[in-house]
């Protein structure tokens, strides 16, 4: 029993956990190329820019993974 | 999740040298520190007027932090200077540590059915390690600078020490609680840092093996992209971490800095208006 409640946490928390990053990276991404779009001299700034911001904007969704696999692995 | 899978997010100890483990990641680590010499020794005995294959790599990196850390410091050269080398040492051992494991070879050597060598940022104390770093050069410094006004950051007495009029007291009582906030933040900063970092490492790892134990035909040439991935998410996750600690300590520095003249001048103000 309590090994499929750690089970279903660990599935629950990654699911859960994986829906707001995925809504901002697909933001960020959307932002950037209407921009590279407007502006495509400054697509080469615009991407590394966007590279980073995608980075901060996964570690809410890394916090949910690291948690997952604490629950998987060492729980 | 026993048996075919072998994770585990502590790494193991191979040797045990008077109650201190000796892990895999340690080990990878003081490697990843000589191949950063031979890289500093290799560009420092090759360096001409005409860069170069190793010497424009060099040169893009250390310029490319340079850039940064002048634009965050509001173009002082001599502060940027003093804290290139910490930001783009950050940036050269993560970046060699994350991409540890692509080494021909190092993941083969096994003692006693644990592997010798295992990426040194998907061991959560390194990382935790790194930012506690970035902790330190940020707040220490910042204390030196001028150790009331960084109390004053956090706890900020100033405001109430300006009450004049029961108005005021709501805003002074807003500021403190903004100043808890501030220290939870600084804390939150620390432990941000460090979960990113290990967790985009670490999983890329887990999915790597996951991926080879499903069945034996995914064991050889399924696993490559995500090799690829890896080596992706490892710069950029590099990458991300100098910067936002870069970010950090110029920031903080900076509000000090502020802080510290704005205080000059309210004193200036009062000089004057006393002579007047």
Redesign the interface.
């Known amino acids: 029993m309590d090994e499929a409640l750690k089970f279903l946490a660990a599935g629950l928390c990654m699911g859960l956990g994986a829906f707001g990053p995925a809504l901002g990276e697909g933001f960020v991404a959307g932002k950037a190329i209407e921009a590279m779009a407007r502006n495509p001299k400054m697509a080469d700034k615009i991407f590394s820019n966007m590279l980073v911001g995608m980075a901060i904007t996964e570690s809410t969704g890394i916090y949910s993974l690291v948690v997952a696999l604490i629950l998987l692995f060492v729980v | ?1 026993e048996g075919s899978l072998n ?4 790494p193991e100890a191979i040797l045990t040298i008077g109650g201190i483990e000796l892990s895999s990641s340690m080990i990878s680590s003081v490697f990843v520190t000589l191949i950063l010499f031979g890289f500093v020794f290799a560009v420092r005995s090759r360096l001409k007027i005409i860069p170069g294959n190793l010497q424009i790599v060099a040169e893009g990196v250390v310029g490319f932090f340079y850039d940064q850390l002048l634009q965050a410091y509001g173009g002082d050269a001599k502060k940027a200077k003093r804290y290139l080398a910490l930001i783009v040492s950050l940036f050269l051992f993560i970046f060699v540590s994350n991409q540890f494991t692509i080494i021909p070879l190092t993941q083969s050597i096994v003692v006693d059915g644990v592997n010798v060598f295992r990426a040194p940022t998907s061991h959560f104390s390194l990382t935790l390690a790194l930012a506690i770093i970035t902790f330190l050069v940020s707040n220490v410094i910042a204390f030196s600078m001028s150790p009331i006004k960084w109390m004053g950051n956090f706890v900020k007495i100033g405001s109430i020490l300006k009450i004049r009029k029961p108005a005021d007291v709501g805003q002074a009582l807003l500021d403190l609680f903004l100043g808890v906030l501030d220290i939870v933040g600084e804390l939150a900063k620390v432990i ?1 840092l460090s ?2 970092l ?3 490492v ?2 890329g790892e ?1 999915m790597v093996v996951v991926i080879a134990s499903l069945s034996v035909f995914t064991r050889y040439f399924v696993p490559v992209p995500f090799y690829a991935l890896g080596l992706l998410s490892g710069l ?2 590099a ?2 971490f100098a ?2 600690s870069l970010s950090f300590i110029a920031g903080m520095h900076n509000t000090i800095e502020e802080a510290v003249e704005q205080g000059k001048e309210e004193k200036a103000n009062k000089k004057k208006a006393m002579a007047t």
């Open positions: 999740m994770i585990s997010v502590a941000s979960a990113r290990f967790g985009n670490f999983a887990v950029i996750q990458l991300v910067v936002l």
